[in-house]
């Protein structure tokens, strides 16, 4: 079982290393234990040792402090590395102490961060991947005095050789009235 020396050693180690510290698979299943064993010398009710218990307890406190902080610690390290992965285009770059849950986090920050930048791209690139798929422009024909976007606004009204960018269901309705031509 893990002893709180060992507990503060990870931490330390942690703080002072730049990149993530390997740490043993069961680290979180071994604290678990460490923690609960705590928790039942605390409760106990016999107060013939209660130095041992004030002093247990203030080892199970400042335990679960350590932990919080390297907890806190390796996120902020995970979060460095997916935005570094990110940026770079480089999704394995020293993932190898990564815990299976900083793994999921990891994979999950870097795609977000990825899928971020590409929506940046495609705005400075003067285009817009959710409207590119939901309007579609088009040029009038005729003259129409409004029409009902999905939410029932009115929309308009347009006149000949008039220029638009609509949804694309009432751009279906207005090609079929001959209303409209598409522009590609």
């Known amino acids: 079982?893990?002893?709180y020396q060992e507990i503060y050693d990870l931490l330390r180690k942690e703080k002072y290393s730049d990149s993530l510290v390997k740490l043993p698979s069961n680290l979180f299943n071994?604290?678990?234990l460490y923690l609960k064993e705590k928790k039942t010398l605390?409760?106990?009710k016999d107060n013939l040792f209660s130095e041992t218990i004030k002093s247990t307890r203030k080892q199970l406190?400042?335990?679960i402090s350590i932990i919080k902080?390297?907890?806190s610690i390796r996120e902020k390290k995970v979060l460095n590395?997916?935005?570094m992965?990110?940026?770079?285009g480089i999704n394995k770059k020293d993932t190898t102490n990564l815990l299976k849950h900083e793994e999921d986090l990891f994979e999950t920050v870097t795609k977000k961060l990825e899928q971020n930048q590409e929506k940046i791209k495609e705005t400075f690139e003067g285009r817009d991947a959710e409207q590119d798929n939901l309007n579609r422009l088009v040029r009038f024909k005729k003259d129409v005095l409004s029409v009902l976007d999905p939410s029932n606004n009115k929309i308009g009204p347009f006149h000949e050789d008039d220029v638009a960018n609509l949804p694309k269901e009432i751009v279906q309705i207005l090609i079929d009235d001959n209303k409209v031509e598409p522009i590609e």
């Not at 992965?85 to 770079?88: E, L, N, P, R, S």
């Open 81 to 83: 590395l997916a935005f």
């Open 61 to 63: 406190d400042n335990a």
């Open 69 to 71: 902080e390297l907890i």
């Open 42 to 44: 605390v409760e106990k």
């Open 1 to 3: 079982m893990i002893t």
């Open 85 to 88: 992965a990110a940026m770079t």
């Open 30 to 32: 071994e604290v678990g």
